[in-house]
């Protein structure tokens, strides 16, 4: 038997792109990525923070880390800004495709605003960037795309009514699927991680404001606790490296245990 380190979670010099990648579930999976030795590009639309997190995650694990303006809604943005970082960084070779927001609001409201409003984030975002960023990989023959998915995707959650939420995460599961297969013999990987309930600034307001739906939300979550962010970070560096390299079209639950329940 042959002993010494593995290379199967070596992400040296394979850059990865993290939209959402400013604060909460990104950039701990980008620091995850970057401490295998991926260089990261994070893209956002709060310039200030992640201004910083850059700098601080360049600090912190000694590989390159620069920040991207990027709203993903925006599908002219999107082509021009992923071809720039494209060329710059010699190929992206990693896609964290993860910015995503919640609001809650009753089917019955009528509220197209707000329905829109998630819709061309959580769905047409990812799309935009899948489809740019995926095309270049395929030029190439290779590459890794991980969407954001959630297990809203899988199951509806209550009490809270966030109906557009979870169609537009079921929606991100299928869209990796059918990515999946339209891609598998061309090199390019397409799965999808589904949190569960994380403590991020997405949920922050409602942990702090506690009461019935916490109470509820811990009780439907088997490990009786939300998860910490840094907790999705081992899921991300396994789909982007050669540890899943016979993994495509997957949905991997990280939920405390909520959807076996
Ligand atoms: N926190 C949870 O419990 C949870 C659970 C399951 C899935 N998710 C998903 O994880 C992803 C990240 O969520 P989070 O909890 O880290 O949220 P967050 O609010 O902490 O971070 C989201 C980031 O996306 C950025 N963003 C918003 N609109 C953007 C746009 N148009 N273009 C580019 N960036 C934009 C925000 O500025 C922010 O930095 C989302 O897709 C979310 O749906 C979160």
Redesign the pocket.
């Given at each position: 038997m042959t002993t010494g380190t593995s290379s199967l979670f070596d992400l040296t010099g394979r850059t990865a792109l993290v939209?959402?990648?400013?604060?909460?579930?990104?950039?701990?999976m980008a620091k995850g990525l970057a401490q295998h030795g991926a260089p990261i590009v994070l893209?956002?639309?709060?310039d200030a923070?992640?201004e910083q997190a850059a700098k601080d995650l360049a600090a912190e694990t000694g590989v390159e880390v620069s920040y991207r303006h990027?709203?993903?809604?925006?599908q002219g943005m999107v082509e021009r800004v992923v071809a720039a970082i494209d060329e710059e960084v010699g190929g992206l070779e990693i896609l964290l495709n993860?910015?995503?927001?919640?609001i809650h609001h009753p089917l019955e409201d009528g509220d197209g605003e707000r329905w829109r409003a998630v819709m061309?984030?959580?769905l047409d975002?990812?799309y935009h960037v899948l489809s740019a960023v995926g095309r270049r990989m395929l030029e190439r023959g290779r590459g890794s795309i991980i969407n954001?998915?959630?297990?809203?995707g899988i199951i509806a959650n209550v009490p809270q009514t966030q109906a557009s939420?979870n169609a537009?995460?079921a929606a991100?599961h299928n869209l990796t699927r059918s990515a999946a297969l339209e891609w598998a013999s061309r090199g390019v990987r397409v799965n999808a991680i589904?949190?569960?309930?994380?403590?991020?600034?997405?949920?922050?307001g409602f942990y702090e404001a506690g009461g019935e739906q916490i109470d509820i939300w811990n009780m439907m979550t088997p490990m009786s606790r939300?998860?910490e962010?840094e907790e999705l970070a081992g899921a991300a560096v396994y789909l982007a490296s050669d540890a899943s390299s016979f993994v495509t079209g997957s949905i991997l639950s990280i939920?405390g245990g909520y959807t076996a329940a």
């Open positions: 939209t959402g990648g400013a604060k909460g579930l990104g950039l701990a893209a956002d639309i709060d923070t992640g990027l709203d993903v809604t925006d993860n910015a995503g927001r919640t061309s984030l959580n975002g990812v954001t998915g959630s297990m809203s939420y537009s995460k991100v589904a949190p569960g309930y994380m403590r991020t600034e997405l949920t922050r939300p998860g962010p939920d």
